[in-house]
């Protein structure tokens, strides 16, 4: 046996041996989701809170902004904006791809 068939059987032998553990199936799938169900309340919550404090720190440079006479908020509402309803979307699409 030549060095290069020594080395295609090894690397063949450890694909044989690894893909089994690969392969969990549809077990593993319903194991994700209901470990991804059982966090889900406290992680939707947290993200709430972090999507109100953002908000607020955003809201109020928006406002320094505008008070300082900047021309040029519109892009800086547009992205809170966008921001704010992202965190707030990202929530009901989990929930609804999951069935929570």
């Known amino acids: ?10 690397l063949f032998l450890i694909v044989c041996a690894s893909s089994p553990s690969f392969a969990q199936g549809a077990g593993a799938i319903g194991d994700a ?7 889900w309340g406290p992680v939707s919550t947290l993200i709430k ?3 109100a404090v953002v908000g ?16 040029d908020i519109n892009k800086e509402i547009l992205g809170w904006g966008g921001a ?6 990202v929530p009901t ?3 609804a ?3 929570i």
Request: aromatic letters at 18%; hydrophobic letters at 50%; glycine letters at 10%.
């Open 49 to 51: 809170v972090i999507g």
């Open 56 to 71: 607020l720190i955003g809201g109020l440079r928006i406002y320094n902004k505008w008070t300082n006479g900047d021309q």
């Open 84 to 89: 704010c309803l992202f965190l707030f979307l």
């Open 1 to 10: 046996m030549t060095r290069g068939q020594k080395f295609v059987l090894a």
């Open 93 to 95: 699409f989990v929930a």
């Open 33 to 39: 989701a209901n470990t991804i169900k059982s966090y």
């Open 97 to 99: 791809f999951f069935n």
